[in-house]
């Protein structure tokens, strides 16, 4: 697979409102302050589908709307790729409850909401955007997984591609089996060329051990959601620093992610 040139960044975390937000902290000039996400309203989706839409779907569809904000990209022509280990547990828990009720009845928009590609639905069609668009899961290994995707079809299908990585926590009892701990999702927007815009080229290199976060809040928040597990490359891109940044992947194995500051 060859590079990719990132030409805009989405990020919605506690206490990291939006990419812009939270370039000086992970620059290291201003200090991490943990704070709620409060309530998320994309400006893509109408009243009504923000209405029904789950907590995992408007995070990641404000992410994907502030990189391809930033950019001035055209929604409509990207490729996509959303990766979730999880999807939105919550209505998930609520289904399980349902079914375990005397009659058993499940609310349709219950149900449409708790496939995996959910967010990228909404997306397509709140974009009218109809390039490929993958939806895959990979438990706690989404930002490998993901990036390799994206790449692949970047190189491949020779488009743009929109990487979305999102996690919510879910509801006990749920969560002692996947302790998700808060709500994030981040967005890349992988280009095949270079563009006055561009914050850093990608490649996959080796690497050999994953890599952490020196901040203590911001390691708690790397270790407690797949989607967070990208902040030591947020950080070198928001630095404008090169580098190479190691991801775990499956197996104990890691894949490295070599980042060139323009």
Not at 47 to 57: F, M
Not at 243 to 257: E, N
Request: charged share 15%.
């Amino acid at each position: 697979m060859n590079g990719a040139f990132v030409d805009a960044i989405g990020l919605i975390a506690p206490g990291l409102a939006s990419w812009e937000s939270a370039v000086p902290i992970l620059s290291g000039t201003a200090p991490y302050a943990p704070q709620p996400i409060g309530l998320i309203q994309p400006a893509l989706l109408p009243a009504n589908e923000r209405r029904r839409s789950p907590l995992s779907v408007r995070i990641a569809l404000r992410a994907a709307e502030e990189a391809t904000s930033a950019a001035g990209a055209d929604a409509s022509a990207l490729a996509s790729v959303f990766a979730t280990s999880d999807a939105d547990m919550e209505i998930i828990h609520r289904i399980c409850v349902a079914l375990a009720g005397p009659e058993r009845s499940v609310s349709p928009t219950d149900f449409h909401n708790s496939v995996c590609n959910a967010a990228s639905g909404y997306w397509s069609i709140a974009t009218g955007a109809r390039g490929p668009s993958t939806a895959l899961s990979a438990y706690d290994f989404n930002l490998a997984a993901g990036l390799q995707e994206a790449l692949a079809q970047l190189s491949i299908d020779d488009t743009d591609v929109l990487l979305v990585l999102f996690d919510v926590p879910p509801p006990p009892p749920l969560y002692a089996a996947r302790p998700v701990a808060q709500p994030a999702a981040v967005a890349l927007l992988l280009c095949r060329q270079r563009s006055a815009r561009t914050l850093a080229q990608l490649s996959i290199c080796e690497a050999t051990a994953e890599q952490t976060m020196a901040d203590a809040g911001l390691e708690g928040l790397r270790r407690t959601n797949p989607a967070a597990r990208a902040l030591p490359l947020l950080q070198l891109l928001a630095q404008r620093r090169s580098g190479i940044v190691g991801i775990r992947s499956y197996d104990d194995r890691f894949l490295g992610v070599r980042v060139e500051a323009p």
